[in-house]
């Protein structure tokens, strides 16, 4: 239905703030000379991007994109 593809919609928006945030936690990280934070930030970036192009493709292969 219509209300299922509002939530796909969702958390792709969702997603894409996430990803955001870790940027620029990155750019925060460095800016502090914290490597740990910098780590923890890239890490967290790879994770969230790699979760929402694997939900991408799953809407895709379910014609829903």
Request: proline fraction near 0%; glycine fraction near 14%; aromatic fraction near 8%.
């Amino acid at each position: 239905g219509g209300n299922h593809l509002e939530a796909d919609k969702m958390a792709i928006i969702i997603f894409a703030f996430a990803a955001a945030s870790c940027m620029i936690g990155i750019g925060i990280a460095i800016g502090e000379r914290s490597i740990a934070g910098t780590l923890a930030c890239i890490i967290a970036l790879v994770f969230v991007m790699g979760f929402g192009f694997k939900k991408k493709k799953q809407m895709r292969e379910a014609g829903e994109l």
